[in-house]
């Protein structure tokens, strides 16, 4: 996918700008984590959430590319595992009005086997195509909003779009600076600093209430992230050979210990 891809003025961004300054909460995501991998998703369906919903690039994969990163690949997998086709990807460029024929909507599912939302209005607009898709998916027409996660590095388009009609938000950092465009740099620069940063931290706005709030926590794996696994692994290795150390030592210091026994019953009975 080209950068830019001719992309349209976005009015549903600009029109809910001015929800989002009275109500900043909207742009607080209920979890942020690293990326995917640190997310728990058979608890995340175990708890009711029926379907998710992707932001692509600096999410899934790096900006521009047609494969998956790395860094989530695993993560990615067991979302698919538990949520099998319940999964798309809803972008603000590929599978809009911007995309000519759904070119790159077409060569994302090609490259990544995931669906992409065709929807007219970008976010944080599109629930209704949303809502169509995964009742579809389901095959149940009784899904909500509520029943949805959305997953994103965005915040004033996939954390808002989310909290606006009140799915579960989840915010992950960029996988790579790399080949992004500076619009984006300098959008993700202001609403890091501004809207996570002070409005979130300093001023200890939460995010609006879900369901699952009070059980957000539940959802983080404690090693997720394949980095963190590793140097687990290793802490784990390096105190089982530490452990298998000093348990040679002990058998070492047993028989010198007898020895000195021995010799001081035998030095007993010659005396």
């Given at each position: 996918m080209r950068p830019w891809m001719g992309q349209s003025f976005n009015s549903k961004a600009v029109r809910t700008l001015g929800s989002v300054i009275r109500h900043p909460s909207l742009a607080v995501p209920h979890l942020a984590l690293t990326n995917i991998a640190q997310l728990d998703f058979a608890a995340l369906k175990a708890m009711g959430i029926r379907g998710i919903i992707f932001d692509k690039d600096n999410t899934l994969t790096a900006p521009y590319v047609e494969e998956l990163h790395p860094a989530i690949s695993d993560g990615f997998r067991r979302c698919q595992s538990h949520f099998g086709g319940s999964v798309c990807i809803m972008s603000n460029s590929a599978g809009t009005g911007d995309d000519v024929n759904f070119e790159s909507a077409i060569k994302i599912e090609t490259g990544l086997g995931i669906p992409v939302l065709r929807h007219r209005e970008k976010k944080p607009g599109g629930l209704p195509e949303v809502l169509a898709f995964f009742r579809e998916r389901c095959a149940d027409e009784g899904i909500e909003a509520r029943d949805l996660c959305v997953i994103g590095d965005r915040l004033l388009t996939d954390v808002v779009f989310g909290n606006l009609h009140g799915m579960l938000t989840v915010h992950t950092k960029p996988l790579t600076l790399q080949g992004d465009n500076?619009?984006?740099?300098?959008?993700?620069?202001?609403?890091?600093?501004?809207?996570?940063?002070?409005?979130?931290?300093?001023?200890?706005?939460?995010?609006?209430?879900?369901?699952?709030?009070?059980?957000?926590?539940?959802?983080?794996?404690?090693?997720?992230?394949?980095?963190?696994?590793?140097?687990?692994?290793?802490?784990?290795?390096?105190?089982?050979?530490g452990a298998a150390s000093d348990q040679h030592s002990q058998q070492d210091k047993i028989p010198a210990e007898e020895k000195i026994t021995s010799s001081a019953k035998q030095e007993k009975k010659l005396q």
């Open positions: 500076k619009v984006a740099l300098v959008a993700r620069y202001i609403e890091s600093r501004i809207f996570f940063n002070i409005v979130h931290a300093r001023f200890s706005v939460e995010a609006p209430q879900h369901r699952l709030s009070g059980s957000l926590q539940q959802l983080v794996l404690q090693n997720g992230d394949a980095q963190e696994q590793a140097s687990e692994n290793e802490r784990q290795s390096l105190l089982q050979t």
